[in-house]
């Protein structure tokens, strides 16, 4: 018994040490909006998300800079910045229209097709965006230290119009 106990002990350390699980819905899941002030998670299918954007890199209060945002197929938002600012609401109807559209149309072979071969600005204390598009043909993932990111391309002109509008009121 002796042997045994400070495996177990270990074992509970270990346990206790181990990261908080993210506190984003799954692809399995949805918010659907009751009130501004009561978001509830429903299992959903995968088909549920339409958009997440990523920014790693550079320094936060916290430390290394971390903000997701998570768009479902129904125009609501959850913003993370960290490991506490959260924020959820909806956003406007006619941009999440206009936002699902250019998703559903967009050439990914394409917007891949301009590799980014230059350093990458998380290297020097710069930010990296993934963007990550749930699409009916399945999961487009670009991510601006893989390619070359067109600004004038009308889909990522609207999706950081998004994310700008979102991210500039936490």
């Known amino acids: 018994m002796k042997k045994i106990l400070p495996i177990i002990l270990m074992f509970f350390l270990l346990a206790a040490c181990e ?20 978001p509830v998670l429903h299992p959903v299918l995968t088909s549920a998300l339409l958009l997440k954007i990523t920014m790693t890199g550079g320094l936060c209060p916290y430390g290394g800079c971390h903000v997701e945002l998570i768009l479902d197929s129904e125009g609501g938002f959850t913003l993370k910045e960290g490991v506490a600012q959260t924020q959820q609401g909806d956003i406007d109807q006619v941009r999440f229209s206009k936002l699902t559209e250019y998703i559903d149309t967009a050439n990914f072979n394409k917007i891949r097709s301009h590799s980014f071969t230059d350093i990458c600005p998380t ?40 994310w700008q509008e979102i991210f500039s009121k936490r």
């Open 19 to 38: 990261t908080p699980a993210t506190q984003f819905p799954s692809p399995t899941e949805t918010i659907v909006h009751t009130s501004p002030e009561t």
């Open 123 to 162: 290297a020097y204390d710069g930010q990296e965006m993934t963007y990550t598009f749930y699409t009916s043909q399945g999961v487009e993932t670009i991510s601006s230290c893989e390619v070359v990111i067109d600004d004038q391309d009308p889909l990522f002109q609207l999706t950081n119009a998004v």
